[in-house]
């Protein structure tokens, strides 16, 4: 399914207030990409992503926006943190990385994708290994194969009794009954003894070399397949097998190639936290380190080819969107190299006391709505006032403003020790209850927060 960019928006307002500009570049940007693969070739090739930086103070919905677009898209998608590459403490840590995480998350995608088109055949195929095992038949899907017999052709095996009528049709109404009470379910308890591949035993990896080569894989992928003996209910032993089934059915290189191809053409890398990669001194210590983390990502911005164990996979064409607060720094302090990559800046708002009582009340999960489940387990039934919301978001504009602006977080904090009895004793009202929280008790419940936070100067 794709989403018109008036769509993808309309999704995003079911989590985040306001941000219209941000909403819509990354609307864009991702519409772009499906009108992009319509094109011809050699148009195609020509139309490289607008890359987006997002930008605004700390708790306005940077990190919120890239996280329901991954839910949204079905392109491959990752979001790194820049700042994960300085933690190691050496310049350059290996930011390739983050197109390996794209395209096993691609591969993901595609082998979910394949594992549903199979599903029936799996499901068939399994029924029949079970329904084998429970009719004391031996497995009919594993038909013995000689491999000299291309050669040779087939060695005459010993005549075997033939089956007379009768002896065929009571095996036949067994595995009709069997095949009855296993899809009626009633016999999902009973215990039953399965042959499963043993993927275990060979676990040689070696890490950090580049291409990500699994040995153990390797290895394993040209030794015959063991197999062990599993004692399991049929239930389990269904969705064993089912699983078994499917993958014998998949073909694995298929599913490397497309999604190596989908991480080139359709991924998207988020990169946030990216105003922290920015030096602020003179080239000293955590600088220098820093700067070499822009200078790491630059070439995978601008489009390289970096080697993954499913292959090289290109760069070019995949979409990058990085984030960050800029506090300290600003998008031009960035390498101009990499500013020049990211054509497209946008600014996120501070959010204000309209976009609180919003925030607190709208989104699919909004906080009230979350403590309003959270307490239903107990009983309770939880209710806001208007003037009860009105007063949280009033309290969290002047708190943001007097004390460190934190943006819709200090929602969370503030519900938090509004809520803060409440949470306590619920458990210890007998149920139903009805609580309604009013601006008073809002009030009344803040002083403890104030207290704490030494705001006693602050009049609500
Ligand atoms: N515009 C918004 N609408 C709804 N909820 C929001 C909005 N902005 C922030 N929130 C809520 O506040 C919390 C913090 O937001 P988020 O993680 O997006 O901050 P950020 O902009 O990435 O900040 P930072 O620069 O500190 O990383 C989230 O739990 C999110 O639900
Ligand atoms: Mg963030």
Partial sequence: MELTPLEIVRELDKYIIGQEEAKKAVAVALRNRYRRNK????????????NIIMQGPTGVGKTEIARRLSRLVSAPFVKVEATKYTEVGYVGRDVESMV???????????????????????????????????????????????PFAALFGQPKLPEAPAETEEERTEKLTK????????????????????????????????????ADL??????????PKKTKTRNVTVA??????????????????????????????????????????????????PDVSREGVQRDI????????????????????????AAGAFHNAKVSDLMPELQGRF??????????????????????????????????????????TDQALETVADFAEKANSTMENIGARRLHTIIEAVLDDISFNAGDIDPPVDLVIDADYVKEHLKGYLKEKDLKRFII
Avoid: C
């Fill in 343 to 384: 054509p497209i800046v946008v600014e996120l708002k501070s959010l204000h006391k309209d976009d609180f009582v919003k925030i607190l009340s709208q989104p699919e999960n909004a906080i009230t709505k979350q403590y309003q489940s959270l307490l239903s387990a107990d009983g309770i039934n939880l209710t806001f």
């Fill in 298 to 321: 630059l070439p995978i911005v601008e489009g390289s080819t970096v080697n993954t164990k499913y292959g090289p996979v290109k760069t070019d064409y995949m979409l990058f969107i």
């Fill in 236 to 285: 389990e032993a269904r969705k064993i097998l089912e699983q078994e089934e499917a993958s014998k059915l998949l073909d694995m290189d298929d599913i490397n190639t497309e999604a190596v191809r989908r991480a080139e053409q359709e991924g998207i890398i988020f990169i946030d936290e990216i105003d922290k990669v920015i030096a602020r001194g003179s080239g000293h210590g």
């Fill in 175 to 210: 595995r009709e009954k069997i095949e009855k009470a296993l899809r009626a379910g009633t016999l999902d308890r009973n215990t039953i003894q399965i042959e499963v591949e043993d993927s275990g035993g060979i676990g040689i990896e070696i890490a950090g070399i580049g």
């Fill in 39 to 50: 094109l011809p070739e050699e148009i195609r090739d020509e139309i490289t992503p607008k």
């Fill in 214 to 223: 699994n040995i153990g894989e390797i290895v394993s992928g040209m030794m």
């Fill in 100 to 146: 390996r995480d794209l395209v096993e998350a691609s591969i993901h995608i595609v082998k979910e994708e394949r594992m549903e088109a199979v599903k029936p055949q799996a499901e068939a195929a399994a029924e029949r290994r079970i329904i084998d095992i429970l009719a004391g038949e031996k497995k009919h899907d594993q038909p013995m194969s000689n």
